[in-house]
Every structure is written in structure tokens, then in C-alpha cells.
């Protein structure tokens, strides 16, 4: 692919294989800010273009298959590893933060009062995400699915109670975006996930489930925002309406 600086970092996370990797790693928002240009990115990290540039050639031409294949996947295949990989992780590890927040909290909380902050906004993005999941699982998803399969047989699209799938999308866009809010919170609040000096192996543990959390969240939410929702509208508009 052409090197532009001037394309968008959703264009870079799409073409490139591995670059959200990158990105991840210098903190560049690519899931909820993916239209801000690479350039103007980098100048507000105070990040060299030039040597970010040279590290998405780099990590693309080491990509695995695996990961070349995921932005050619059929819909349905790609909502496969959607729910079976993120969000099975995403509510597993729901469950398993809230208990090591209630743990670390009732140990530290007296000295680190900041970590009463971050269990209150993990309560709001528990409440966020475990509704969003449901929304997309039991009517967005099944929907993307029904369109595939008409487009692949020459049908018209199938009824949507919605009236066309980009308003499920929209929907679905902003509240990724507030989810996408929340965890810069608790990025904050936790000063990038720094364990203090008197934290116990269960507040390191703590920090490193969040910030592993917020790498695979970061990660769903590209894979909607930037292939699978994109690729829907276009099959909306090929697929004659019912």
C-alpha cells in the first residue's frame, strides 16, 4: 500500500495487517478516532511521522495469514470471531475485574482512593457493554446475517424492523464511542496502569487484566467500526430493498 501520511488511521488499521499493534503501543485511538489523519495523530503525540510510517511497513510485511485474512472474512464468519472470541472474553473478564476491584479496593482503597474512581467507572462500561453485546447479538448480528445470505442468493434484503441496518449501526458507533471514553478515564485514573510501590500482587494483577482488557476492547471495537459496519452499509445498497 501507498505510505500517506495523510490517510486516515482507520485506513491504516484496515490495510495494514498489524498495525493496530502499533498503534495500541503509541497509544493512537484507531477504533473510535480512526478518522483523524495519521499525520495530525502523530503531531499531537509528539510522535515522529517518518519512524511511525517505517514501523507500520515493518510490522505488516511480518504479519501472519490469520491476521491478513480477518478484513476479507464473509460477514458471518467475521461475527463468528466477533462473539466467540471478544465478547465471550469481554464478559468473562467482566466478572472476573469486578471481583479483583472489590478485592484490591477493600486492601488499598484507604490509600489509593483513586481506586474507588476506577470501580465506579467500571460499573458504568459493565453497564454499557453487557447491553451493547446484547443488542448486537440479538438483532444486529442476526440481521448482518440475514443480509449476507440474501445478497449471496440474489434476494431482497429481509425485513428490518429498524428500517435500514445503519441505524442499528449508528446506535451501536455511539456507544462504542462512550465506552471508548470510559476506559480513557480509567487509563487516567490509574496514571497508564502504574502499580504503586505498595501494591500487592493482586493490584499488579489488577492492572495488567484492565490494560489487557482495554487492548482486546480497542480491538472489537476496530474490527465493527472499521470492517464489519463499513461492509454492511455497502451490502445494504447492493441487496434490493424488500
Known sequence: ???????????????????????????????????????????????????????????????????????????????????????????????????????VCSVHGTNHPELSSIKSQFQFLQAELEPHMMKEEQ??????????AAAVENQMAPFAPFGEVRNPIAVMMREHEAAGEILKTIRELSKDFATPEDGCFSYQTLYTALEEFEKDLHQHIHLENNILFPRSLEMQEKVPPA
Not at 35 to 55: F, I, M, S, W, Y
Not at 141 to 148: D, G, K, N, V
Open 139 to 148: 438483532i444486529l448480528f442476526p440481521y448482518i446475517t440475514r443480509l449476507e
Open 1 to 103: 500500500m501507498l505510505m500517506n501520511a495523510s490517510k486516515t488511521i482507520r485506513e491504516f488499521a484496515i490495510e495494514i495487517p498489524n498495525a493496530t499493534r502499533v498503534f495500541e503501543e503509541l497509544k493512537i485511538d484507531y477504533c473510535c478516532g480512526g478518522n483523524q489523519p495519521l499525520d495530525e495523530a502523530c503531531r499531537e503525540k509528539g510522535l515522529g511521522v517518518d519512524t511511525v510510517l517505517q514501523r507500520l511497513q515493518t510490522t505488516g510485511s511480518t504479519a501472519t495469514e490469520e491476521i491478513r485474512d480477518v478484513e476479507s472474512l464473509p460477514l458471518t464468519k467475521l461475527i463468528n470471531l466477533i462473539v466467540e472470541k471478544h465478547h465471550v472474553f469481554t464478559r468473562n473478564e467482566l466478572v472476573r475485574l469486578t471481583s479483583l476491584l472489590d478485592k
